[in-house]
């Protein structure tokens, strides 16, 4: 079993769509951080957060450290947020580097 | 101000051949990290630097990988007598420090393909 689950694998949504990916992890973590990968394969830091909520813009993240559990919400999608969302985590014994989930596949049609 | 770069963006080379590839951080970013993301796999840690020391190699799949950065900025990754399993995308991510929990920023990655 992974460390780090992500759900669903992929999603397809309509434009305006109120979008949620899920990521579970099982081991204690220093943070939890939600990255986007566009096609052409870059890779941006969306959040990165160790308890409760954050916003920016359409994107909202939470975290619930007793369930080990993460959300990523995605409000009003528009297609280019079609992207891979993937989670990753800060293990408390693995120092800063990340474990990685499988990434979520998401592609929002106009 | 500038982001992460990494050279060369795309690399094609024969099997057995060794490559090297090359990640510059960002400037003032103490930590320094490579990860690897393979074909219809998610990413995997490598390893990372905090200054020029390597406190965590364990993520290397094998004794063909090295890696090494000097003056605390530029890191080169290593791969000898390359295979067909390295093909992969090569991502290097910098942050402010490994001491602590800070934000990191990716790379463009380089494209290895072993043929």
Same mark, same amino acid.
Request: charge should be negative; glycine fraction near 12%; proline fraction near 2%.
């Given at each position: 079993k992974n460390e780090v689950e992500q759900s669903p694998q992929n999603l397809t949504a309509q434009e305006g769509e109120f979008i949620t990916i899920n990521c579970s992890y !099982?081991?204690? *973590?220093? @943070?939890? %951080?939600?990255?986007?990968?566009?096609?052409?394969?870059?890779?941006?830091?969306?959040?990165?957060?160790s308890s409760g909520k954050k916003k920016h813009g359409r994107l909202i993240a939470t975290?619930?450290?007793?369930?080990k559990h993460? !959300?990523?919400? *995605?409000? @009003?999608? %528009?297609p280019r947020d079609s992207a891979v969302y993937i989670c990753a985590v800060s293990?408390?014994?693995?120092?800063?580097?990340?474990t990685f989930g499988e990434g979520t596949q998401l592609t929002v049609n106009p | 101000g500038a982001g992460v770069s990494q050279s060369p963006s795309n690399k094609v080379t024969e099997?057995?051949?060794?490559?090297?590839?090359?990640?510059?951080?960002?400037?003032?970013?103490?930590?320094?990290?490579?990860?690897?993301?393979?074909?219809?796999?998610?990413?995997?840690?490598?390893?990372?630097?905090?200054g020029n020391s390597a406190p965590d190699k364990s993520g290397l799949p094998s004794d063909r990988f090295s890696a090494e950065r000097t003056g605390g900025?530029?890191?080169?990754?290593?791969?000898?007598?390359?295979?067909?399993?390295?093909?992969?995308?090569?991502?290097c991510a910098s942050s402010?420090?490994?001491?602590?929990?800070y934000e990191q920023y990716f790379g463009p990655g380089t494209r290895l393909t072993v043929t």
């Open positions: !099982s081991v204690g *973590i220093s @943070a939890l %951080h939600w990255l986007q990968q566009h096609p052409g394969g870059g890779i941006v830091s969306l959040f990165m957060l975290i619930n450290i007793q369930e993460s !959300s990523l919400h *995605i409000t @009003a999608s %528009h293990g408390e014994t693995s120092g800063s580097r990340l | 099997k057995g051949k060794d490559v090297e590839l090359r990640c510059d951080p960002i400037s003032g970013h103490t930590a320094l990290y490579w990860y690897r993301q393979s074909l219809g796999q998610g990413l995997e840690f490598l390893i990372y630097f905090q900025s530029v890191s080169t990754l290593t791969i000898q007598r390359t295979q067909q399993e390295d093909s992969a995308v090569y991502l402010h420090s490994a001491g602590g929990i």
